[in-house]
């Protein structure tokens, strides 16, 4: 399986080297500018649940470059990494391994899996951590399990899993019979003990305030960072072919505000009725600071591009207010919508089954109702 | 080229799942059957493909002898062959649906299917690997999450977005790749594809079951979903109140 040849940085000395012999959970972090994803907390949170029932207690988070000259990690990392149960932090650096390569990150957990004999190895289910793990299942001929929102170790070599089906509607629980359990953690999961973000993130790091302008304290093999925690770096081996798939070239995409962001979301379904029934919602959104999401009836008619679809094939919101207007409720588009604050309906069914996920209705025809908010709205606020 | 697109069969859920007695279904006997959105967006982009530059599109799926309406909806659709790995309707778990399509796909040579194309993830159990397990026993190289595919020559130029931005990706022929929903528009199956796809063969092979590492013991609808929206009034009568939700909530400016 592992390269042979797979090195591993780490100081002796004053300085402890990870016992090889802790089995430590890994888990992989995304970052988020200098920090970690938020879906990446997440999956440290079942990682330390794992670690803690397991005995061990070790958590090892990976993170991958590029690093700024040389092995170097960000500050906020290392800060966001200590506070979540991480007791070492690996990062990874190779020739080649400036982007992101979804083989070649497998390989890295591989090597990393097999060199500490971990008992699991957790991601976030994002695009970037269901496709990394399922490449190394396949490496390693091991199950994956995607999605999940809980896991334990039963004792006799297997797990108990819950995990989301249909993007969250429903649930399975389900059994893993695995040496090492791999699995994805959902991003919309309700963990037992998921503190929020800011909740974990300490006030300041000791020794951490870096002069303004000059880079985070650097990281170097076997230090220990301003933050107390065991850093290593890990130099993999890979193979040409290993790198082969990576993305190449990165384009920001036309601006607008975020679907997926945004504080406030009129949706419109089929009730809109065709593609010029959108512009009263969106002069509603402008009003509102918010975008229009629509459901597939929407775009699969051509009435509105794909990439304001919510939902299970489309985009997951979480805004503060989500006002759905001539949209049914098919739970592939509720799926998109869970994490809204609120939901307010505009619908001429009673019936429809939006309305028992929904926390207000109004029970009329929208293309009556809209015009009508949008001009008291404009009247609310002087612009008669 | 020849394309394979591989194709799901789960069922139509609409504004409720509701299950069957044991937990271990959806309850299917008022709803209908459909693929993932993403795999139909699939096969419309194989029969693009072929469309511009030649070849036959060619739609497998493992399933049930009822998923043979599936493989002729995409018939439908413009795709020339169907392939049924047929079972006796157990569930599946990913590590041996992969095994059997890439066992079928080796079957067929080493030239067979320069581009295989899969869903990002099947709509029900959503386990986010087929299409790369199917990768690996074949020796191929594989992206998922694609949003957008142009094939040059023995390769493929594939993007995806990241954070907001277009991530390309450049991978050699023979290749799998699994897509997104937004990929392009599907059209709608034409009556003479229809016709076409009535008559066209499918091809039926039977592989033995095998246990997954992963296995289902039951099905759950999530707590606490369910409530009652309070119903605000009635046509535009209701908009002074609807102003006092939305300004309680605080999205008025
Ligand atoms: C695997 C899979 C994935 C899917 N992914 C998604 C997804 O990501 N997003 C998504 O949205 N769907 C998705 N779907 C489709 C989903 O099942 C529904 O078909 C779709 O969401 C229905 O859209 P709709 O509510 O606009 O239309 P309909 O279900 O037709 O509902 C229209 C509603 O508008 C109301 N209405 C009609 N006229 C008016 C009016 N004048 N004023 C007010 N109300 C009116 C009606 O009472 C009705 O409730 C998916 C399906 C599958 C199988
Ligand atoms: N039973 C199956 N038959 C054919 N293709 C499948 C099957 N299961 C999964 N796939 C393909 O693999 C993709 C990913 O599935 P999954 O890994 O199960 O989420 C799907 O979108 C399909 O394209």
């Known amino acids: ?143 994956v399990a995607a999605n999940c929102v809980s896991a334990a170790a039963t004792g006799d070599g297997t797990w108990q899993l819950v995990r989301q089906r249909w993007a969250g509607s429903l649930l399975e629980e389900a059994v893993l019979e695995a040496p090492c359990a791999l699995l994805t953690v959902a991003a919309d999961a309700a963990l037992d003990d998921a503190a929020p973000r800011e909740a974990t993130r300490p006030e300041a790091v000791p020794g951490d305030e870096a002069v303004p302008g000059s880079r985070p304290p650097a990281a170097r093999p076997g230090v220990i960072a301003a933050s107390g925690l065991p850093v290593v770096t890990f130099t993999p081996a890979l193979d040409a072919a290993d790198l082969r798939v990576r993305a190449t070239e990165s384009s920001e995409q036309g601006g607008g505000m975020s ?27 402008g009003l509102l600071g918010g975008v229009v999401g629509v459901s597939r009836v929407v775009t699969s008619q051509g009435w509105r591009p794909h990439r304001q679809q919510v939902g299970q094939t489309g985009t997951k919101i979480s805004p503060e207010l989500y006002l759905a207007c001539g949209i049914s409720g098919a739970i592939q588009h509720m799926a998109g919508c869970q994490s809204a604050r609120h939901i307010v309906v505009v619908n001429t069914d009673p019936d429809a089954p939006i309305m028992s996920r929904a926390d207000y209705a109004v029970i009329g025809d929208l293309n009556e109702v809209i015009p009508a908010l949008v001009a008291a709205i404009r009247e609310a606020g002087g612009q008669g | 080229m020849d394309v394979l697109v591989c194709v799901k069969r789960v069922p139509m859920v609409g504004g409720r799942v509701v299950l069957t007695a044991d937990g271990q279904e959806v309850d299917t ?21 072929t469309q511009r530059s030649g070849g036959t ?11 043979a309406e599936q493989l002729r909806d995409m018939l439908a659709l413009g795709a020339h062959r169907g392939i049924l790995l047929e079972t006796d309707g157990r569930e599946w778990g990913p590590v041996a649906t992969a095994a059997a399509i890439a066992a079928a796909v080796g079957e067929l040579g080493p030239g067979a299917f320069p581009l295989i194309l899969a869903g990002n993830e099947a709509a029900d159990t959503g386990g986010y690997q087929v299409g790369i397990r199917v990768a690996h026993a074949l020796g191929r190289s594989c992206v998922t999450g694609i949003k957008r595919l142009e094939v040059a020559g023995d390769v493929v130029r594939a993007w995806r977005e990241y954070a907001g931005a277009q991530e390309e990706f450049e991978v050699a022929l023979p290749a799998v790749v699994g897509v997104k929903e937004g990929i392009n528009l599907p059209r709608y199956p034409s009556l003479p594809g229809r016709l076409r796809a009535k008559r066209a063969e499918i091809t039926v092979l039977r592989p033995a079951w095998q246990a997954d590492g992963l296995r289902k013991v039951a099905l759950r609808v999530p707590a606490g979903s369910a409530q009652r929206a309070r119903v605000l009034g009635h046509g535009t009568d209701a908009v002074p109140e609807l102003m006092r939700v939305l300004g309680e909530i605080g999205v008025l400016a």
């Open chain 1, 1 to 143: 399986m592992s390269g042979p040849d797979a090195r591993e940085c780490e100081s002796s000395g004053p300085i402890a080297p990870p016992d090889s012999h802790s089995f430590p959970v890994l888990c992989l972090l995304e970052r988020d500018g200098d920090g970690v994803a938020d879906g990446s907390l997440r999956a440290l949170v079942l990682a330390r649940s794992i670690a803690g029932a397991l005995g061990s207690g070790r958590v090892m988070a990976v993170v991958f470059g590029p690093l700024p000259a040389g092995p170097d990690v960000s500050g906020a990392v290392v800060a966001e990494v200590a506070v979540g149960g991480v007791t070492d932090l690996c990062v990874v650096s190779a020739e080649g391994l400036s982007g992101y390569a979804p083989l070649a990150w497998a390989r890295v957990l591989e090597q990393l899996l097999v060199a500490r004999q971990a008992p699991a190895v957790l991601a976030a289910a994002t695009d970037r951590g269901n496709e990394v793990m399922a490449h190394l299942g396949a490496l390693t001929g091991l199950p």
């Open chain 2, 29 to 49: 006997r008022m709803s209908g059957f459909t693929v993932s959105p993403h795999e139909e967006c699939a096969v419309e982009e194989a029969v693009q493909i």
């Open chain 1, 259 to 285: 679907l997926a962001t945004a504080r406030v979301v009129i949706g419109g379904g089929r009730g809109v009725g065709g593609p010029e029934g959108f512009a009263v919602l969106e002069e509603l959104a």
């Open chain 2, 57 to 67: 599109v060619t739609v497998l799926t493992l399933g049930p002898p009822e998923a």
